[in-house]
């Protein structure tokens, strides 16, 4: 059934734009996310025409669910905490983000078993609850823009209760070589694959993902598997306006001024930030700062290494675990070469985007070292916002390698010993070269901002 307010655009993503938590007198706190696709949607036109599908995720979204609490513009569904927990974790996080990162250790695992079965069931559940809900939303020929792994099988299932509908598919992380796809029963690679191609349009950051999910696609179900569906691709940019704006702020400058004492005078910095999440290597990443301290002894005392590790899917124990091997290794180094006034690396857990800002500002050098990503914004936020010129060192696996290689130092994120090369050459690099190689990062980082980003493939899909 076709509601009244039939929206003419409409997004799918598991997690939404806004987020509840209930506070202890017992109202509900709405928190917008910030991000590329919530600049991008908010562009697109008034809430009455546009609509975004997402999960409830916690308690507060639950509870704002059920208390009808909405925020115009904005669907949450409240998907039994069960089904989603084996759809988000078992599914989504443990075997599809596994899968296109490349992150099993194959002798071990994966296993797929009848564990896996019971947790394919409730993605299939999950998928079905989102196809249900934006059929039901949807103005005639309206446009659905179906986010990421979580969510396969819904432009499938979409097609099948609304043949009317233009359905396109944007995946954000990279997409599995044959090879490793393969990995898969045959029968859910062949699902998975039959879900994205009832979209119109499927789309990825990267020309190498595109061509990767083509060539499963051919692989797993024949020469004609792409009759009918465009493969595009659109490398989200950074929101240069956002970034400036927002770095250029009462806290962003206070924590500039906290993290340079904390540096001490004088001294380089090398930075990261990221969620601590097994794709991004942070464990290699301060075992090549560690082994530029051992095997160049210059660089003791004059240098910190800059680590913001945020927490990321803490239900699943192999994060928690790394987490924790990631905590341990700063506090190895530390205790290994810290002297009483200098600290060779600072870490922080706990996620503030603010601060996150500041030590990009200030960063000598930024570190984005991922096994693999889909296109990795950090890498492109920094040399938008830095103060003085700042020298990337990027992995070659990282999707923003297309469009930042030529001025970044690239790395095999594999090779400590060439890591730890890297961070010598970025923090010797001359400034003036540093300086220009920022400004072309920068130019290439915002060639593509969310809102068009968002809007170019709004246009593919409504008029191809
Ligand atoms: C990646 C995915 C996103 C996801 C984000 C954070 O960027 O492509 O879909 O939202 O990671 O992960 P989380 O599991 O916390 O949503």
Known sequence: MVSERAAQVLVASNRGPVSYTLREDGTLAAKRGGGGLVSGLSAIGSDADSLWVCAALGD????????????????MLDIDAGVH????????????????????????????????????????????????????????????????????????????????LRIGHFTHTPWAPVDYFRLLPDDIARQLLRGL?????????????????????????????LDGTAVGVHGLGADADFLRERAHREDVDDWLVRLRERVGDGRRTVVRVD????????????????????????????????????????????????????????????????????????????????????????????????????????AKEVPVVSDAGCALVLSREAGAYEELGADAIVVNPYDVTATAAALHEALTMDPAERSERTKRLAAASTALPPTAWFLDQLAALTEG
């Open 275 to 378: 969620r601590t999440e097994l794709s991004k290597n942070i464990v290699r990443g301060l075992l090549a700062y560690r082994q530029l301290l051992a095997d160049r002894p210059e660089w003791r005392g004059r240098v910190v290494h800059i680590a913001f590790a945020y927490p990321s899917r803490q239900d699943l124990a192999v994060y928690r675990e790394y987490t924790a091997a990631v905590r341990r290794l700063a506090d190895e180094i530390n205790a290994e070469y810290g002297t009483d006034d200098w600290q060779p690396v600072l870490m922080e857990l706990d996620d503030d985007f603010g601060r996150s800002l500041a030590a990009y500002r200030m960063a000598d050098v930024a570190l984005v070292n991922p096994i693999r990503d889909g296109m990795n914004l950090v």
């Open 60 to 75: 507060g979204d639950r509870e704002a669910v059920r208390r009808g609490t909405g925020t115009a513009g904005v669907r």
């Open 197 to 225: 191609l009832g979209a119109d349009r499927v789309a990825f950051l990267t020309r190498r993902w595109a061509d990767a999910f083509a060539a499963c696609a051919v692989d797993v179900l024949g020469a004609d598997a």
């Open 85 to 164: 927990a084996d759809a988000y974790n078992g599914i989504a996080n443990s075997v599809l983000w596994f899968v296109h990162h490349m992150l099993y250790q194959t002798p071990l695992e994966p296993a797929f078993d009848a564990e896996f079965r019971r947790q394919w069931a409730a993605y299939e559940t999950y998928n079905r609850a989102f196809a249900d809900a934006l059929a039901a939303e949807a103005a005639p020929g309206a446009a659905v823009l179906v986010q990421d792994y979580h969510l396969c099988l819904v432009p499938g299932m979409l097609r099948e209760l609304r043949p009317d």
